[in-house]
């Protein structure tokens, strides 16, 4: 028959041997645990290593990875590999490692631009077929009209999306066209308060030119017979001189930049078959002259004006 004491020693052993075998489970973890610490030390001293492209940094990385993973050269080789000593010659790159870039041989020299002002090559003797030769310097005039172009396009560009206001080059020069929705009433040549706020912002980029500046007023096909207005010569004709003189006595314009022209509706730029069509003929043009142009255009001054 088996004591007490020994039950309770032997119950004690049990219990010592269950405890050391939980103890041992719970700590195997430690080891993937470490085995993930190495990886992305090495992971991450490669991505370093890696930042830079520095051929002297990159073959001390590559046979650091050699040393880790394949156990090649020894370690203190490696060392002295990496950090030569004063006045020591840089070792070249073994075959496994990398060639330093020679960054010369990838170095362009800038083309010198010729002094003259002309631009030799494929400019001199253009092809027929592809069109008129290109102007490499066009006049500081036409310059400064494109410049204003891109200038009216941000400063008007609500009026332009809902088709108050368009903008174009062509030939004569820069071309703002005003719609007579929102800025003259049907059968009236009075420009209206949106008219007005609508010039005057107008006024800033336009009288910073000294180009001559034409205002052409224009109708569509429906004739006119009011009792100011007759025809449409009439109603086109008023409101260009209306808009020029809002320049000259509200802008301080230059009266003799600006000029006034009605063309009726025999300059339509969309056929009057529909009602839209005929909307959008109905408008005033200011015409900034390109400096040729106006001197083909427009009269000669008088003699001894300037005398």
Known sequence: MVSSSGRRRRQAERESRGWRTARGAGDRWLVSYADLITLLFAFFTTMYAASSVDALKMSSMVQSMQVAFDAAPDAASVTRRAQPARGEAIPPPTTDAPAPIDVEAYRVEPIPLPTSGHVPGWLDEPDQADGPPVDANPPADQSSLT???????????????????????????????????????????????SARRLVTRLAEPLGALANP??????????PIHTARYESNWELSTARAVN????????????????????????????????VWNRARNRRVDLIVLDPDVSRAEEPAGAEGVDD
């Not at 410049?147 to 368009?166: C, K």
């Not at 809002?246 to 969309?270: I, T």
Request: net charge negative; glycine share 8%.
């Open 213 to 222: 500046i034409r205002v052409e007023g224009h109708t569509d096909d429906v």
């Open 147 to 193: 410049r204003v172009l891109a200038r009216l396009s941000q400063q008007l560009g609500e009026e332009i999306v809902t088709g108050r206001v368009s903008l174009e080059m062509d030939r004569r020069g820069l071309i703002v066209s005003i719609r007579e929705t929102g800025t003259f009433e049907t059968g009236r040549a009075d420009l209206s308060a």
């Open 243 to 274: 808009v020029v003189a809002f320049l000259v006595q509200e802008m301080d314009f230059d009266a003799a930049r600006l000029s006034a022209a009605g063309y009726s509706e025999f300059r339509p730029r969309f056929s009057n078959d529909s």
